[in-house]
């Protein structure tokens, strides 16, 4: 199975302030990679995929990039509805799988 | 508009079966392939299932092969998961969610609002 791998685990941030997280797959995923806000309590959000393609109706702030193995989530300018936890899944192999999350907090 | 709604979880004790359901509305349900995916309380997310639009294509994840089945009634715009020989580690919230496939790849675009499943004696 491909393993994700994400880093940080978690970061503390204030709005205003760009953002970078970043994904790693364990073999080359081409840009077979999504990426998801999630919310406690509340069910993953897409925000990107195919690496880099802004899903509808998400803000322009979040950008994706990358290809390989190598994936970066940035967000521009943090706003306050923006601290939640970010993960990253690989759909290039079965099983699907997912990067542990990266918790975005103030 | 696009929704999913998720049914059936609840406590079971160790060694239960448990049928999940996924309701779909505000799309045409037959032409997406369809995925059940868990989050463990605390914990990251796992991929569980697909199922294709005709319901003749599916996968597991290692760790629900032999235990779970996942199944589609089109008629009926829903989509299912029958869960035996649960354990305590299966204990999560189970999501439903639609995987389009877009310049290709699949995604999971929609999800619905989760269901809990408590496996514990």
């Known amino acids: 199975d491909i393993q994700m791998t994400q880093s940080p685990s978690s970061l503390s941030a204030s709005v205003g302030d760009r953002v970078t997280i970043t994904c790693r797959a364990s073999?080359?995923?081409?840009?077979?990679l999504n990426w998801y806000q999630q919310k406690p309590g509340k069910a993953p959000n897409l925000l990107i995929h195919?690496?880099?393609t802004l899903q509808n109706g998400v803000p322009s702030r979040f950008s994706g990039s990358g290809s390989g193995t190598n994936f970066t989530l940035t967000i521009s300018s943090l706003q306050p509805e923006d601290f939640a936890t970010y993960s990253c899944?690989?759909?290039?192999?079965?099983?699907?799988?997912f990067g542990p999350g990266t918790k975005v907090d103030i | 508009q696009v929704q999913l709604v998720e049914s059936g979880g609840g406590l079971v004790k160790p060694g239960g079966s448990l049928r999940l359901s996924c309701a779909a509305s505000g799309f045409t349900f037959s032409d997406y392939y369809m995925s059940w995916i868990r989050q463990a309380p605390g914990k990251g997310l796992e991929w569980l299932s697909y199922?294709?639009?005709?319901?003749?294509?599916?996968y597991y994840a290692d760790s629900v092969k032999g235990r779970f089945t996942i199944s589609r009634d089109n008629a009926r715009n829903s989509l299912f998961l029958e869960m035996h020989s649960l354990r305590a580690d299966d204990t999560a919230v189970y999501f439903c969610a639609r995987a389009p496939l877009r310049l290709g790849a699949y995604s999971f675009d929609t999800w619905g609002q989760g269901t809990l499943v408590t496996v514990s004696s």
């Open positions: 195919a690496g880099s």
């Open positions: 199922l294709n639009g005709g319901g003749g294509t599916k």
């Open positions: 073999r080359t995923i081409i840009n077979y």
């Open positions: 899944q690989q759909s290039y192999y079965t099983p699907f799988t």
